[in-house]
């Protein structure tokens, strides 16, 4: 017998099972030096936003979300139209501009560039008013979205409170909040939609005249109403039901064995803990929000008239769709990509954040 | 004589909880049913029984974590009631048994053991908070570096000193053991006892040890309670539970114990008990061990067996033995 040599490797026997160790080779410096740095501590958050951002679907939606948003904010200092008024040569009203096509000019215009002026292109051209479309689309846009964008806060902040409270409270209280709640739920939403904006723009109508809210204007204020005395039971259900499987953790009763109020075991241990799928499903009715307010502006239950919205304009275009198409495919193709931009993003969201969907 | 009052007084504690079983019928569960027990300053007592006796909503009534349907808790010879656990909250503090669901993912570690110490506004000024924090790993075994860092990046061994060096951060007197020990492996398990004991000598806590590994119970207790169904069959010091079991149940789970010797083991008699565990909704009238009790009699049917005293500290319930 030879004598055992640790760094030189035992002859392999052919039918034997031991680890061939010539196939291996010692580590070098920088491999051990490699295992010995400790991995950076990363939060939930983090990893999320990491995972997020490898998503192309949702990468490419936030892209589209970022371009519409920039252009709603800034095209409206830029063009010099306003989307209530007619357009004007040289202060003096242009009748001619009626239902333009995009990039032409009205007659007046035409005479007012020949002798030199400059006059701003109709990017989408005009409508029967004479009013730029271009500028038209943009407010509805904005309309389109501010309100996809406070119904679903409205949303959020109801059902946020009614959940938790029904959910950590649980028991008695529990039943009969949630009753209520299935009691709005079986309301048919789409009537109660329409009943409800017709009948509020009325009382909200009366009771606004002469404040600062009158001038967002009284059809927009009941719509966020009319979001948040419906559309909160959907989001009161989901936290309500992340709060009881929550509850049951033993850091809540921990907390509760430190001698922790609830208020406090709500704010810091069980918030944090569905805040991932609360902002997912929040993103998730932007785009429902949206869809509802063009739905109740196409049939003329949404914005007052000079304010337009996507819904409203794709109503307005409907009645001379054969004359001129593209005044219909404008907003609606503005709609659709809100959208499908703001459901693609959720999607990734809920990918990204969802524990149950982590691999 | 205020020497001589024990830290915590568990007089006929009771906890049901009510079970719906169809439209109407209500049902109770007797989780616990009249449990009565004290322990010293500085002692342990262990809690042994089998899996869903009763021992961890012992601990967590105990605690008034669950609201007792009756009986009463004294700490420190001032009873607990609903209205001023707040004060004592400082002083009973518990570990719990899954050191993963008990502690919350989205808190770093300096965060989990700082919010005893936030809640009872334990310090002054943030520089003494973190000393507090890195104190309490180290006394833990834990380095004071892992701070910022989150719960998940841990084993399940220092998870469970995080959970312990959080239950010490308000320097209680008293802390319940809800099987700390028994979702980790052997050798977590001996370094994570070690640790208790440790800090017992240190800093004079009591536990009420909860576990059903009796090795560990024999190692940790001056005193073992037994449990079976909801009530304590048999209390006394830990030598004599071990090694001259009363109860034909404390008999039969003694005899359970594996021996690290094989010579010894040979010679034991294990005793094998027959039948379930009888449901908790149904409990047989009587003794409730007497459906598996190979002593049962007639009187065993008729009349529920009390503690009763046999010297030297310790007390049975059986009518038999």
């Known amino acids: ?359 | 004589m205020s020497e001589n009052r024990p830290l915590v007084d568990v007089r006929d504690l009771k906890e049901y909880f009510p079970v719906k079983s169809g439209m109407l019928n209500k049902m109770v569960l007797k989780a616990v049913d009249g449990v009565s027990f004290t322990i010293d300053k500085g002692e342990t007592l262990g809690l042994v029984g089998e899996s869903g006796c009763g021992k961890t909503t012992v601990g967590r009534t105990l605690l008034h974590l669950y609201k007792p349907t009756s009986g009463e808790v004294y700490f420190d010879g001032k009873l607990v009631t609903d209205k001023n656990i707040g004060e004592f909250r400082k002083d009973m503090q518990i570990v719990f048994q899954d050191p993963y669901s008990s502690l919350n993912p989205r808190m770093t570690v300096s965060d989990i053991i700082g919010e005893p110490l936030d809640i009872h506004h334990l310090y002054h000024n943030k520089k003494e908070r973190a000393e507090r924090i890195a104190e309490l790993l180290t006394l833990v075994g834990l380095n004071s570096e892992h701070a910022t860092r989150y719960a998940h990046e841990f084993s399940g061994g220092q998870r469970q000193r995080i959970g312990i060096a959080r239950a010490l951060a308000v320097n209680p007197r008293f802390i319940v053991c809800d099987e700390p020990v028994s979702a980790l492996d052997v050798s977590i398990q001996a370094q994570i006892v070690n640790t208790f004991e440790e800090l017992q000598q240190k800093l004079g806590i009591a536990y009420l040890f909860i576990a059903h590994d009796l090795l560990v119970v024999q190692h940790m207790s001056r005193r073992i309670a037994v449990m079976y169904l909801g009530k304590i069959v048999e209390i006394g010091s830990a030598s004599d539970i071990i090694n001259h079991p009363v109860h034909p149940y404390s008999q039969s789970l003694i005899s359970a114990i594996p021996m690290p010797d094989p010579e010894t083991a040979r010679h034991k008699h294990r005793i094998i008990l027959e039948g379930d565990v009888p449901s908790p909704l149904r409990m047989p009238k009587g003794c409730p061990f007497r459906t598996r009790c190979r002593f049962a009699t007639e009187q065993c049917a008729q009349s529920c067996p009390s503690l009763t005293d046999r010297g030297n500290g310790r007390q049975v319930a059986c009518h038999n033995m």
């Open chain 1, 1 to 359: 017998m030879s004598e055992f040599d640790p760094n030189k490797a035992p002859v392999k026997r052919p039918f034997s099972l031991q680890l061939d160790l010539s196939k291996f080779e010692p580590a070098t410096d920088a491999e051990k030096a490699q295992h010995e740095t400790t991995r950076e501590s990363t939060t939930f958050f983090r990893d999320g936003m990491r995972k997020l951002f490898k998503n192309p679907l949702a990468v490419g939606s936030m892209i589209v979300l970022v371009v519409i948003l920039v252009t709603i904010i800034v095209a409206p200092m830029i063009v010099p139209y306003t989307y209530s008024g007619m357009i004007t040569v040289n202060g003096k009203r242009d009748k001619t501009a009626k239902n333009l096509a995009p990039f032409t000019y009205s007659k007046m215009e035409q005479e007012a560039i020949d002798s030199g002026e400059k006059v701003f292109p109709h990017i989408f051209g005009t409508d029967e008013l004479c009013r730029d479309y271009f500028i038209r689309v943009i407010y509805g846009a904005r309309v389109s979205l501010s309100v996809g964008f406070f119904a679903s806060l409205i949303v959020l902040i109801i059902g946020l409170l009614y959940g938790s409270i029904a959910g950590y409270a649980g028991g008695r209280t529990d039943l009969v909040m949630m009753r209520i709640v299935d009691v709005i739920y079986s309301l048919p939403d789409t009537l109660m939609v329409i009943l409800l904006s017709v009948v509020l723009d009325q009382v909200l109508g009366q009771s606004l005249q002469g404040t600062a809210l009158a001038s967002i204007g009284t059809n927009m204020l009941s719509m966020f109403a009319v979001f948040g005395l419906l559309y909160w039971v959907g989001m009161a259900r989901l936290v309500r039901g992340q709060i009881l499987t929550i509850k049951n953790n033993e850091y809540v009763l921990a907390a509760r064995a430190m001698g922790a109020k609830p208020s406090r075991i709500i704010r810091k241990h069980i918030l944090p803990n569905c805040m991932s799928v609360i902002i997912i499903s929040t993103a998730l009715q932007i785009p429902s929000a949206i869809f509802t307010e063009s739905f109740l502006s196409f049939i003329g239950l949404g914005v007052q008239a000079p304010m337009p919205s996507l819904g409203s304009l794709a109503n307005a275009a409907r009645q001379a769709l054969q004359a001129y198409p593209y005044k219909l495919v404008f907003p609606a193709v503005g709609i659709c990509l809100i959208v499908l931009s703001f459901n693609l993003l959720g999607d990734g969201l809920r990918d990204a954040f969802d524990p149950k969907l982590r691999k």
